[in-house]
Structures are given as C-alpha cells and as structure tokens.
C-alpha cells in the first residue's frame, strides 16, 4: 500500500500549465455541469462546453449554480473557480486550486516573517512596476506618497491621450453603475486583475493572505501581485474602453482585458514575477516540480527526513507508519 509521501504524482501533472491556460472565464445566469473532462454551461439558448484543463479562472457571477461532480473536475485540473457579483466585480469567495509543493509558501513565509525582508519585496515590486525609479532607502510611508502620485499621474496622461474626461477615481462598493464609464471600466479591469492574480497565487502554492504592500486581508498577496500591471495593463485598457462608448463597459472591458492578457502573456510574466520576488537568489524554478507530490518531516537542525516511517525505530509490524 503506497503511503503519502510515496504516492505517484496525480494526473494533473500532465495538463496545461498555468502560464498557457485562459485567463479566466466569466459565467453568469447559467448552470455549469461536469461531461467527462470539461465542463458545461446550460442556459436558455443551449449547452457551451468548456476543457476544464484550459482555464486558469473561472468567475462565477449571478444566477450561476455549478454542480459537485463540476467542482471536482475543476479541483483536479486546478483550476481556481472565483464567485462574483454582476459585471465581475465584488469578489466574494474562491474555490483553492490544487497545490501540491510548498516551496514557494516556505519561502513567501520566510521572506514575510523578517520585517527588513518584508521591506525589501515591497521595495522590489515597486521597482517591478516603476522601473526609472529606484526605491532603495525609501520607508514604506515614502513609497505609498510615490505610488500615490504616479497614479495621479498616470490618470492624467491616459486621460489626455483618449480625450475621455477625468474626475476622479470613484466607486461605491455594491453599486458598479454609480460612477462614470471609466470608473466602472477601471473597477472591472480590477476585480478581473484580482481573480487572476488569485489563480496564479494558489497554482504556485502561495498565501494569497501573506501580502507585502497590502495587509489584514485575506487576499493581500493577491492584492500585492494585481497592482504590479495596474499603470501598465488595467488602467490604459480602462481608458480605451471607456473612449468607445458608455454601453455595456463591463463585458467589453473583460474581453479586452482577456485579449490584452494573452497578447502580452501576463500569466506566464506574472508567475516569473512571484518567483522572481520570493525567490530572488534561486536559480532554480519551484514552478517546475508544481507536479510533486512529497510529504517529508522536518528534524533538527534544518533538516528534512523522509515521512511515513517511525523514528522510534522498527517493531513486530515493520518500520511504516501506514
């Protein structure tokens, strides 16, 4: 009988990567089946199938139901399944992805437990997302004051080059339709940043609490990892959208965003990211052994020894545990 530790890696091993998958998909008004190893979406015109291996993000928004038997094909194929309000935005809850090495977590914790290293990502990623900037020696209040004038500034510059009138970030939580056409395209692109960024987060194995900028939530990291393609991505689509008219801004900032997403490959450039950040003096990938299923024990002196034997030594029934 093959133990924990033992066990051969599962078959998700074998299917499409994180960085290669779809970058989400958004569902709504319709119920999501499970037909072999996709899954389907039924509503009044017809059935939709969808290759659960495929996607990375799956919004689930409202009037959705989705079945066990969907949730378990999706939870094999890890992919994160993320429940939202109307447009996409308002996240309310997720489904974790399958993870099953914890290299990144332990260097996440470890990088995050140390106040000066804390520091040092938090500078980092302000490096990765205002590169002619050096933030070396800058305390966190200096860097908020920095980050808060390149958005306005970045605000100005996208408003000039569209010639769409600019007020102001506004948005009142639960009430997408309350601010104006780029509001709300801003506030989709986000909410669609979040879930995923959340996909990315899980699929290495990450905290997506453990942030680095961001703190006290339960999606900080997630938070944290969205913000580094906000000047770059969300808010010049958000512009270009809201530039063509004020109907249906929502769907068309999804679709723009998605077509954005995978012209630029972000989520192959997001997971380098994160490894990049926790990981800086690694020449190594953890996202290549993703696929690892090993369960050892932690002994003293740093080390780790094997699980599923006991260390009090062989008895009348063999050395395993199990």
């Known amino acids: 009988m093959s133990t924990v530790s033992r066990r051969p890696a599962l078959t998700p091993r074998h299917l499409t990567r994180t960085g290669e998958r779809l970058s989400f998909i958004y569902l709504e008004r319709c119920t999501v089946h499970r037909d072999a190893n996709a899954i389907t979406a039924q509503d009044a015109e017809g059935t939709t199938h969808i290759p ?3 996607i990375g993000t799956l919004l689930l928004g409202p009037g959705t139901r989705i079945t066990h038997q969907a949730m378990s094909v999706l939870g094999e ?3 994160a399944v993320c429940w939202v309000g109307e447009h996409g935005v308002r996240y309310y809850a997720s489904g974790r992805a399958l993870t099953r090495s914890s290299a990144l ?4 914790a470890r990088q995050w437990a140390n106040p000066r290293s ?3 990502v938090a500078r980092q990623m302000y490096r990765l997302r205002f590169p002619a900037e050096d933030p070396a020696g800058l305390t ?5 004051g920095r980050e808060g004038r390149r958005l306005k500034d970045c605000y100005r510059a996208e408003a000039a080059r569209t010639g769409v009138p600019w007020r102001g970030r ?5 009430d997408f339709t309350s601010g104006d056409a780029v509001n709300q395209a801003i506030t989709a692109a986000a909410q669609c940043m979040y879930g995923i960024t959340h996909a990315v987060v899980t699929s290495l194995g990450c905290s997506p609490a453990l942030g680095f900028v961001h703190s006290g939530h339960e999606l900080s990291f997630v938070l944290d990892i969205a913000d580094l393609y906000k000047t770059e991505i969300g808010i010049p689509l958000a512009f270009d959208v809201a530039a063509q008219g004020e109907e249906d801004v929502g769907p068309r900032t999804r679709r723009a965003l998605r077509d954005r997403i995978n012209e630029t490959s972000l989520l192959n450039r997001c997971v380098d ?4 950040l926790l990981l800086p003096e690694e020449t190594g990938s953890p996202a290549s052994d993703d696929d690892r299923d090993v369960v050892t024990l932690q002994s003293d002196g740093g080390h780790q020894v094997a699980s599923g034997t006991n260390y ?3 008895d009348d029934y063999g050395d395993m545990l199990w």
């Open 118 to 120: 804390r520091l040092a």
């Open 312 to 314: 009090d030594g062989p």
């Open 105 to 108: 977590a332990e260097a996440q």
């Open 52 to 54: 659960s291996a495929t």
């Open 140 to 144: 966190r209040h200096e860097l908020l």
């Open 273 to 276: 990211d994160i490894k990049h």
């Open 170 to 174: 506004r948005y009142t939580p639960g």
């Open 77 to 79: 194929t890890g992919a």
